[in-house]
């Protein structure tokens, strides 16, 4: 089991999190999402994690992991 980290500077609201959440979720491979929007990182834990696919997912949602 991985696990990744990921800085996501434009999320400011709930439904960010939910958007940004939702779209992880849906990676093959990923067990579990933590999004927080006070520190702005989001946390993907996983099987053979793909970092393109991830980072895929997080623009799917509308923002840029940094």
């Known amino acids: 089991m991985g696990q990744v980290t990921y800085s996501v500077p434009a999320m400011s609201c709930s439904h960010c999190t939910t958007a940004v959440g939702s779209e992880l979720r849906a990676v093959p491979g ?8 006070d520190t702005k990182l989001v946390v993907v834990t996983g099987d053979e994690l793909d970092d ?9 949602a509308g923002y840029e992991a940094v």
């Open 52 to 60: 393109a696919a991830l980072r895929a997912a997080i623009a799917e």
């Open 30 to 37: 990923v067990e579990s999402v933590v999004v927080d929007l």
